[in-house]
């Protein structure tokens, strides 16, 4: 999906969102248009999805998710953000107290089947 010469740095300029929510009510209309926007990437895919249906879906107006959301990467971006963020801290509990290459296989064993059943379990990681 991104272009492999620009760098990290600058792709996550590009898809960052316009700017955090602050109140309380915000951060909920904001997880109500990820939740809309995860549920349309696993019927359709992303590259189908439309920032007209998250919003209809999300129950907001088209302006109030380009106020948070400059376009569908950064959507993407911000559910990918959160599947990473969700998965490092998988990994600190998992690798938390190893203190021999045993337990380190055991717990790498474990990490990778719960990762492949996440990886069935939710189509949006699939395809992002």
């Known amino acids: 999906m991104e272009d492999a010469a620009t760098p ?3 792709q996550k300029q590009a898809a960052s969102p316009r700017r955090a ?5 915000s951060r909920e209309r904001v997880e109500r ?11 359709q895919g992303s590259d189908a999805m439309r920032m007209g249906e998250v919003a209809e879906r999300a129950g ?3 302006g109030s998710l380009y106020q948070f959301f400059p376009d569908k990467r950064a959507i993407i971006w911000a559910l990918a953000e959160r599947y990473t963020a969700e998965s490092q801290s998988c990994i600190s509990a998992a690798l938390a107290g190893i203190s021999d290459a045993e337990g380190l ?3 790498f064993s474990e990490l990778v089947d719960i990762y492949y059943r996440l990886f069935l379990a939710e189509p949006v990681i699939r395809d992002i």
Do not use: D, F, K, N
């Open 105 to 107: 296989q055991s717990a």
């Open 60 to 62: 907001v107006s088209i």
């Open 33 to 43: 248009m990820l939740a809309a926007a995860s549920a349309l990437i696993a019927e």
């Open 8 to 10: 990290v740095s600058a």
């Open 21 to 25: 929510p602050g109140q309380q009510r």
